[in-house]
């Protein structure tokens, strides 16, 4: 089983600032299969990036992915009010699939 | 664009069988791939299982002995099976579509709260 990490549990910010938050594999994530969801309070998860470093359909490009290997980069250049959320990342380069703890971007 | 809708009881009495099944609209059940995924109240997320059309499933190990997943093409329907269910099981399930890369999230449905 592949464990993510994500760090920090919650990052504190204020709108306009950057956030870069972190997911770590615990064995290489194959073909960069790794993906990254937002999920709002009472909402269900939404793609953000998959493939590592592709955005997904809507997505705006204030959202980046990056990284291989057994790290990974979600970067957020500015924060909008909407962006505060729960961030989660998620494996599916092996046939069992998972997903890191998440990451709380809260209002400071 | 894809839309799913989960339905089913909210209520299970532990030791019975949660059954839930997901509508699948605005495209062909067969052209994708589909999943359910829970979530415990203030906790994360967790894969149960994925089926294909052709019949094919996946299942977290962790659940393997008490899930059971199906495909009706002819209404357009997946469902899911949990059986044995205890009060470990109370969650919020999601069932979720999958385009191109079978283990990628495309697409949600709002979710439903079973409780055990």
């Known amino acids: 089983e592949i464990v993510l990490t994500q760090s920090p549990g919650t990052l504190s910010l204020s709108p306009g600032e950057r956030a870069t938050l972190s997911c770590r594999a615990s064995?290489?994530?194959?073909?960069?299969?790794l993906a990254w969801y937002q999920q709002k309070p009472g909402q269900a998860p939404r793609l953000l990036i998959y493939?590592?470093?592709s955005r997904a359909t809507g997505i705006p490009d204030r959202f980046s992915g990056s990284g291989s290997g057994t790290d990974f980069t979600l970067t957020i250049s500015r924060l909008e009010p909407e962006d505060f959320a729960v961030y989660f990342c998620?494996?599916?380069?092996?046939?069992?699939?998972?997903f890191g703890g998440g990451t709380k971007v809260e209002i400071k | 664009q894809v839309q799913l809708q989960e339905s089913g009881p909210g209520l299970v009495k532990p030791s019975e069988t949660l059954s839930l099944t997901c509508t699948v609209s605005?495209?062909?059940?067969?052209?994708?791939?589909w999943s359910w995924i829970r979530q415990p109240a203030g906790k994360g997320l967790e894969w149960i299982g994925s089926i294909y059309t052709s019949g094919g499933t996946n299942y977290n190990p962790s659940l393997k002995s008490r899930v059971t997943m199906s495909v009706d093409t002819s209404k357009n329907q997946f469902s899911l099976k949990l059986s044995s269910v205890t009060a470990a099981d109370t969650a919020v399930f999601y069932c979720?579509?999958?385009?191109?890369?079978?283990?990628?999230?495309?697409?949600w449905g709002q979710g439903t709260l079973v409780t055990v």
């Open positions: 064995q290489s994530v194959t073909s960069t299969y």
């Open positions: 979720v579509g999958s385009g191109s890369d079978m283990g990628r999230f495309d697409y």
């Open positions: 998620q494996q599916y380069g092996s046939s069992l699939l998972t």
């Open positions: 605005g495209g062909s059940i067969s052209s994708y791939y």
């Open positions: 493939g590592a470093s």
